[in-house]
């Protein structure tokens, strides 16, 4: 009776006499132990087993059969004392368990019993627990030590935490704060209506993201960058939120003053291309109760470029502002009036048909007629070509409308200047028209034929002895063999949708070229390809390019990708894609002519550029022109911030380089650092200096 | 016969001192034995008398045997210095070594008197 | 019976063996804790049950955790060693290592911690059973996690009638820790009865 309790207990029993010998094991402990019973009775336990520090268990086990005194064993102290496996038919894990040596005797002879329990499980769950709270703590760590200010509040938004950052930003302090709504807290009297979207938002489960404006603990506003989400616990019901807040108020304030500038020509004052076609796409798409009928006019002065080439440029940009100030002063305030360009300015007469548009027209073209700018000893006696073209909303985008009215304006040129053409339907015999069917004609044919030449020019770094770059130009090959500056069938190219065309025969020449040469180019850090707006749209040419890396042909880290600002914001989603695509494979991306129609620096934000390519206007008057050096240095600065280097271009002299490595743009390019030359040369180059 | 020594006990605990005295009238009836409960008068007698013997606690409730063991090895040179103490860890008696005194660890039991006293003969 | 017929003499006899015991718990302590353990002079008080509580109630108003053993030979009763909170973390860490385990004793902390307790009682009592020179059987330890009237409950103790509380105080710290315990011994008046019979038995051999 006595064995078989003993060898169906569900733990493990042995029994050692005073001198350690062990005098019974039972069954229990002979199967997890996996050693023959034979083995262990009449043998001396510390020779059967490694007890660890022998000390202790040796001392229990006299306190046992000398005193009667019980001890334990656990499992912390002696980690596995015994080598028992956890799953005695598996033998796989061993088991972790706990001793308790108690004393019995027998006939006046003490024994000790030790009794092992399997204590696997709890260690197991004590271990999951230990991570748990280990991990915990790191996420508490990483909470508190956030850059970004953490609130936590519970299903009712009554606050529960709030991290340090959140004090440092608010200085509200967490006696300020816990127990209160987090609403209440900071609350300006306009912020109930955001506040009841955000609230309805959360309570359907979906997060809240945008920019809000709060008060700190004295009162001062400042501007969030705000998350709000909710946390849901097993039930799917909200348990906590979790409120996120940067703060973007300095940057705010930078990209506020940036937009002015952004949306304003800062010669004239006046607004510039990129708000001005915002305001007609406003005109034209608006369902408001405007009346249908506008006019768009392009006004061009006619002796710009004289004066301009002969007086300098100093003198037409005062030719410009005396001009703007005409105008603007004889425009009614409900007309928009900007410059779109070098000696372009664009009116859009709201509500005004085509005849009284030409009332206008001939207003203008009289006062022009009768001032006079004086430069030095000089008085130039002016002209205008107006283009006109009647819009009707929704009959006709934006675009189409500044076609018309350039083409006009272009046709009011050719008519002989200091007039203006009003645009028609059936005006082909519009001379620009003719201009650009001639370009667009040889365009064709070059691409045709492969008259087309690519050149490079060199980019240079300002702060640091880096590899040079790159960056591929293209020229068109007439029939005799000349050479076409790009200025003049680029902006033809444009108009008649050719220019995607010219993009990917320069890519296409640009990636044959790399790998025909890919031994010869260690020396160039990157090349530099110019994308139109149309590109970026353009499936299969990302997915030719990808291809190219893909085959091993070129080297990702040696491409470049330049977008023009414009383009990019054109074709915000897509461009995004084409970047995030390519910048997946190792190819960087520059904004190219940054700063001359910025719209809003929030686009920054979205466009993961690795450089920003500072519009040359800005560099090339900088050392005469503090707004244009402040210009230039901003950039430069929002640039760092966000991670971005800067690229000069227009660099034409000494002076200019050495004040960009001052201001500290990182590199440089233009003629005071190296002209354009034909790709090859690159190479030959490089061996020239060996 | 030889001359009878002079013996200082010094222990908080009435019957340590008592076991200690017990134990060396019981082979040296003649010798003369002076008891001090604690570190200050254990400090008063060895400043006024000289002793062959010393009996030293460690744990006192005003201090502790460590801290007047200088003191004791500066009045009573020639003294011979046992300490009996609870606490027995190795580092406590390495420390009593190190100034010259033989460590003992309690209980105490006649055969560790004896040797105590037998030690100071020799010396 | 009252807390009188514990004399200043056996008072300051068990004393001494609380101190020896105490000492030997060390070097076992210091074993496990790889440094010196600091000693106190410990004072023994005998008071009865109520003022026990009231007494304990004071010294730790929070929780404590006590490992109780039940001692039974000559004499019986239930020994106790008390530690705050804060000493049972600080105590089981410094034999287990520091971890990042929060500020509650795990399961296998309390273990690490009956082992503890159970080494210094052993020893603690041991040492008694040897010098008195009688058997003292322990029990297993147990751990009692909780305010001081669940630490001292009289239903689970069955210690019988007018029990009289042995008070032992003695801390034990560590240089750079501060650990206090407190060992207790509660005991039954028969018990105490035979208890100082053993003391009176052993303080005539030397007195």
Same mark, same amino acid.
């Given at each position: 009776m006595h064995n078989i309790v003993f060898d169906n207990t569900n733990c493990g029993l042995i029994v050692i006499d005073n001198e350690g010998v062990i005098v019974d094991v039972n069954q229990w402990f002979v199967k997890h132990s996996d050693r023959r019973k034979l083995e262990l009775v009449n043998q001396n336990i510390f020779d059967c087993f490694e @007890? /660890?520090?022998g000390l202790t268990v040796k001392r229990a086990i006299e306190q046992a059969t000398n005193y009667g005194m019980s001890s334990i064993l656990s499992s912390a102290l002696h980690?596995? @004392?015994?080598? #028992?496996?956890?799953h005695a038919h598996k033998k796989d894990k061993l088991m972790e368990h706990t001793c308790y040596v108690k004393s019995y005797s027998v006939d006046g002879t003490r024994f000790a019993l030790i009794q092992i329990h399997d204590v696997t499980d709890s260690v197991m769950r004590e271990r999951l627990l230990r991570n748990r709270t280990k991990d915990l703590s790191i996420f508490s760590l990483a909470v508190k030590h956030s850059p970004s200010a953490v609130v936590i509040t519970d299903? @009712? =938004? %009554?606050?529960e935490y709030i991290n340090p950052k959140f004090t440092e930003i608010t200085d509200f302090e967490g006696y300020d704060c816990i127990?209160?709504?987090?609403?209440? #807290? /900071?609350? @300006?009297? +306009? +912020?109930e209506k955001i506040e009841e979207n955000i609230w309805r938002m959360l309570e359907q489960h979906q997060e809240w993201v945008g920019e809000r404006c709060n008060l700190k603990k004295n009162g001062e506003k400042y501007w969030a960058n705000e998350h709000i989400y909710p946390i849901l616990d097993g039930d799917n019901c909200i348990s906590h939120f979790v409120a996120m807040q940067d703060d973007v108020t300095q940057f705010r304030n930078i990209s506020r003053k940036f937009s002015y500038q952004a949306a304003h &020509?800062? !010669?004239? =004052?006046l607004i510039n291309r990129q708000e001005f076609e915002g305001i007609l796409r406003g005109t034209i798409d608006g369902n408001n109760d405007e009346p249908d009928t506008h006019s768009l006019c392009f006004i061009d002065i006619d002796q710009f470029k004289l004066i301009n080439d002969t007086c300098g440029h100093i003198a037409g940009d005062e030719l410009l502002r005396q001009i703007s100030v005409l105008f603007n002063r004889h425009c009614s305030t409900d007309d928009t009036l900007a410059r779109i360009g070098g000696d372009e300015f664009a009116l859009l007469l709201h509500g005004h048909d085509i005849s009284k548009a030409k009332l206008t027209c001939e207003m203008l073209i009289q006062l022009v007629e009768g001032f006079r700018f004086r430069w030095n000893e000089h008085v130039f006696k002016l002209g205008v070509s107006i283009g006109v073209t009647e819009i009707f909303s929704d009959s006709i985008n934006y675009v189409e409308a500044i076609k018309q009215a350039d083409s006009a304006c272009y046709a009011a040129k050719d008519a002989g200047r200091n007039r203006y053409h009003v645009y028609q339907e +059936?005006?082909?015999?519009l001379a620009q028209r003719k201009d650009d069917t001639y370009w667009a004609t040889k365009i064709n044919s070059a691409l045709e034929n492969n008259r087309l030449a690519l050149y490079a020019q060199p980019i240079v770094s300002l702060q640091t002895k880096q590899k040079i770059s790159h960056e591929i130009l293209v020229r068109m090959i007439d029939d005799n063999g000349n050479l076409i500056p790009p200025g003049l069938f680029l902006p033809a190219a444009e108009r008649f949708d050719l220019s995607h065309r010219i993009d990917q025969w320069v890519i296409d020449n640009t990636l044959a070229w790399l790998c025909e040469h890919h031994n010869d180019i &260690?020396? %160039?850090d990157h090349i530099s390809i110019n994308l139109s707006g149309l590109s970026l749209s353009n499936e299969m040419l990302l997915q030719h390019i990808i291809k190219a890396i893909k085959a091993n042909k070129?080297?990702?880290?040696k491409l470049s990708f330049e977008i023009t600002e414009t383009a990019a914001i054109a074709n915000l989603t897509h461009a995004k894609l084409f970047i995030s695509a390519l910048n997946a494979y190792g190819c960087k991306f520059a904004l190219d002519d940054? =700063?001359? =129609? !910025?719209?809003?620096?929030a686009y920054l934000k979205n466009l993961k550029v690795d450089m920003l390519k500072i519009d040359g206007m800005f560099i090339k008057d900088m050392l005469k022109d503090p707004i244009d050096e402040a210009m230039v240095k901003s950039i430069n600065d929002v640039g760092k911030v966000m991670g971005m280097e800067t690229i000069a271009e227009f660099v034409e002299n000494d002076e200019i380089r050495q004040r960009l490595e001052e201001i500290g743009i990182n590199y440089g390019q233009g003629y005071g650092l190296g002209k354009p030359v034909p790709i090859d040369e690159i190479i030959i180059k490089s061996v020239e200096l060996i | 016969m030889a001359e009878p020594k002079s013996v200082l006990v010094v222990d908080d605990s009435r019957l340590t001192r008592m076991m200690i005295v017990k134990m060396i009238k019981t082979h040296h009836s003649d010798w003369p034995i002076t008891e001090a409960t604690s570190v200050s008068e254990a400090l008063e007698c060895v400043n006024s008398q000289t002793f062959d013997f010393i009996s030293l606690d460690h744990n006192m409730p005003d201090g502790t045997g460590y801290e007047i063991l200088p003191q004791i090895n500066i009045a009573q040179p020639a003294a011979h210095i046992g300490i009996f103490t609870a606490n027995i860890q190795a580092v406590v008696k390495q420390r009593f070594e190190e100034l010259g005194a033989t460590f003992y660890g309690k209980p105490i039991s006649e055969a560790m008197i004896l040797q105590f006293t037998a030690d100071g003969g020799q010396s | 019976m009252t807390s009188d017929i514990f004399t200043e003499d056996y008072c300051d006899t068990l004393c001494e063996l609380f101190n020896i015991g105490m000492g030997r718990a060390a070097v076992s302590f210091s074993e496990m804790v790889n440094d010196e353990v600091l000693l106190t002079v410990p004072s023994l008080k005998a008071v009865d049950f109520n003022t026990a509580m009231e007494l304990f109630q004071c010294i730790s108003p929070g929780n404590v955790n006590a490992v109780e053993q039940y001692f039974e030979g000559r004499f019986s009763g239930n020994a106790f060693l008390f530690f705050n909170d804060e000493s049972s973390l600080q105590l089981v860490r410094s034999i287990l290592g520091e971890g990042n385990w929060g500020s509650e004793l795990g399961e296998l902390e309390q273990e690490a911690l009956k082992e503890v307790s159970n080494i210094i009682l052993n020893a603690c009592f041991g040492c008694i059973a040897d010098v008195l020179d009688c058997e003292l059987e322990s029990s297993v330890p147990d751990l009692i996690c909780g305010e001081i009237n669940d630490v001292f409950d009289v239903e689970r103790m069955r210690?019988?009638?007018?029990p009289l509380v042995l008070t032992l105080s003695m801390s034990f710290s560590l240089p750079n820790k501060k650990i206090t315990g407190q060992v207790s011994l509660i005991m039954a008046s028969d018990s105490i009865k035979r208890l100082i019979t053993e003391l009176e038995r052993f303080m005539t051999l030397y007195v």
């Amino acid at each position: 009776m006595h064995n078989i309790v003993f060898d169906n207990t569900n733990c493990g029993l042995i029994v050692i006499d005073n001198e350690g010998v062990i005098v019974d094991v039972n069954q229990w402990f002979v199967k997890h132990s996996d050693r023959r019973k034979l083995e262990l009775v009449n043998q001396n336990i510390f020779d059967c087993f490694e @007890l /660890g520090n022998g000390l202790t268990v040796k001392r229990a086990i006299e306190q046992a059969t000398n005193y009667g005194m019980s001890s334990i064993l656990s499992s912390a102290l002696h980690p596995r @004392l015994f080598p #028992l496996y956890a799953h005695a038919h598996k033998k796989d894990k061993l088991m972790e368990h706990t001793c308790y040596v108690k004393s019995y005797s027998v006939d006046g002879t003490r024994f000790a019993l030790i009794q092992i329990h399997d204590v696997t499980d709890s260690v197991m769950r004590e271990r999951l627990l230990r991570n748990r709270t280990k991990d915990l703590s790191i996420f508490s760590l990483a909470v508190k030590h956030s850059p970004s200010a953490v609130v936590i509040t519970d299903a @009712l =938004g %009554i606050i529960e935490y709030i991290n340090p950052k959140f004090t440092e930003i608010t200085d509200f302090e967490g006696y300020d704060c816990i127990g209160r709504p987090y609403f209440s #807290l /900071g609350r @300006l009297s +306009n +912020n109930e209506k955001i506040e009841e979207n955000i609230w309805r938002m959360l309570e359907q489960h979906q997060e809240w993201v945008g920019e809000r404006c709060n008060l700190k603990k004295n009162g001062e506003k400042y501007w969030a960058n705000e998350h709000i989400y909710p946390i849901l616990d097993g039930d799917n019901c909200i348990s906590h939120f979790v409120a996120m807040q940067d703060d973007v108020t300095q940057f705010r304030n930078i990209s506020r003053k940036f937009s002015y500038q952004a949306a304003h &020509d800062a !010669l004239t =004052g006046l607004i510039n291309r990129q708000e001005f076609e915002g305001i007609l796409r406003g005109t034209i798409d608006g369902n408001n109760d405007e009346p249908d009928t506008h006019s768009l006019c392009f006004i061009d002065i006619d002796q710009f470029k004289l004066i301009n080439d002969t007086c300098g440029h100093i003198a037409g940009d005062e030719l410009l502002r005396q001009i703007s100030v005409l105008f603007n002063r004889h425009c009614s305030t409900d007309d928009t009036l900007a410059r779109i360009g070098g000696d372009e300015f664009a009116l859009l007469l709201h509500g005004h048909d085509i005849s009284k548009a030409k009332l206008t027209c001939e207003m203008l073209i009289q006062l022009v007629e009768g001032f006079r700018f004086r430069w030095n000893e000089h008085v130039f006696k002016l002209g205008v070509s107006i283009g006109v073209t009647e819009i009707f909303s929704d009959s006709i985008n934006y675009v189409e409308a500044i076609k018309q009215a350039d083409s006009a304006c272009y046709a009011a040129k050719d008519a002989g200047r200091n007039r203006y053409h009003v645009y028609q339907e +059936n005006d082909k015999a519009l001379a620009q028209r003719k201009d650009d069917t001639y370009w667009a004609t040889k365009i064709n044919s070059a691409l045709e034929n492969n008259r087309l030449a690519l050149y490079a020019q060199p980019i240079v770094s300002l702060q640091t002895k880096q590899k040079i770059s790159h960056e591929i130009l293209v020229r068109m090959i007439d029939d005799n063999g000349n050479l076409i500056p790009p200025g003049l069938f680029l902006p033809a190219a444009e108009r008649f949708d050719l220019s995607h065309r010219i993009d990917q025969w320069v890519i296409d020449n640009t990636l044959a070229w790399l790998c025909e040469h890919h031994n010869d180019i &260690d020396h %160039i850090d990157h090349i530099s390809i110019n994308l139109s707006g149309l590109s970026l749209s353009n499936e299969m040419l990302l997915q030719h390019i990808i291809k190219a890396i893909k085959a091993n042909k070129v080297q990702a880290s040696k491409l470049s990708f330049e977008i023009t600002e414009t383009a990019a914001i054109a074709n915000l989603t897509h461009a995004k894609l084409f970047i995030s695509a390519l910048n997946a494979y190792g190819c960087k991306f520059a904004l190219d002519d940054f =700063g001359s =129609g !910025l719209s809003s620096f929030a686009y920054l934000k979205n466009l993961k550029v690795d450089m920003l390519k500072i519009d040359g206007m800005f560099i090339k008057d900088m050392l005469k022109d503090p707004i244009d050096e402040a210009m230039v240095k901003s950039i430069n600065d929002v640039g760092k911030v966000m991670g971005m280097e800067t690229i000069a271009e227009f660099v034409e002299n000494d002076e200019i380089r050495q004040r960009l490595e001052e201001i500290g743009i990182n590199y440089g390019q233009g003629y005071g650092l190296g002209k354009p030359v034909p790709i090859d040369e690159i190479i030959i180059k490089s061996v020239e200096l060996i | 016969m030889a001359e009878p020594k002079s013996v200082l006990v010094v222990d908080d605990s009435r019957l340590t001192r008592m076991m200690i005295v017990k134990m060396i009238k019981t082979h040296h009836s003649d010798w003369p034995i002076t008891e001090a409960t604690s570190v200050s008068e254990a400090l008063e007698c060895v400043n006024s008398q000289t002793f062959d013997f010393i009996s030293l606690d460690h744990n006192m409730p005003d201090g502790t045997g460590y801290e007047i063991l200088p003191q004791i090895n500066i009045a009573q040179p020639a003294a011979h210095i046992g300490i009996f103490t609870a606490n027995i860890q190795a580092v406590v008696k390495q420390r009593f070594e190190e100034l010259g005194a033989t460590f003992y660890g309690k209980p105490i039991s006649e055969a560790m008197i004896l040797q105590f006293t037998a030690d100071g003969g020799q010396s | 019976m009252t807390s009188d017929i514990f004399t200043e003499d056996y008072c300051d006899t068990l004393c001494e063996l609380f101190n020896i015991g105490m000492g030997r718990a060390a070097v076992s302590f210091s074993e496990m804790v790889n440094d010196e353990v600091l000693l106190t002079v410990p004072s023994l008080k005998a008071v009865d049950f109520n003022t026990a509580m009231e007494l304990f109630q004071c010294i730790s108003p929070g929780n404590v955790n006590a490992v109780e053993q039940y001692f039974e030979g000559r004499f019986s009763g239930n020994a106790f060693l008390f530690f705050n909170d804060e000493s049972s973390l600080q105590l089981v860490r410094s034999i287990l290592g520091e971890g990042n385990w929060g500020s509650e004793l795990g399961e296998l902390e309390q273990e690490a911690l009956k082992e503890v307790s159970n080494i210094i009682l052993n020893a603690c009592f041991g040492c008694i059973a040897d010098v008195l020179d009688c058997e003292l059987e322990s029990s297993v330890p147990d751990l009692i996690c909780g305010e001081i009237n669940d630490v001292f409950d009289v239903e689970r103790m069955r210690i019988g009638e007018n029990p009289l509380v042995l008070t032992l105080s003695m801390s034990f710290s560590l240089p750079n820790k501060k650990i206090t315990g407190q060992v207790s011994l509660i005991m039954a008046s028969d018990s105490i009865k035979r208890l100082i019979t053993e003391l009176e038995r052993f303080m005539t051999l030397y007195v």
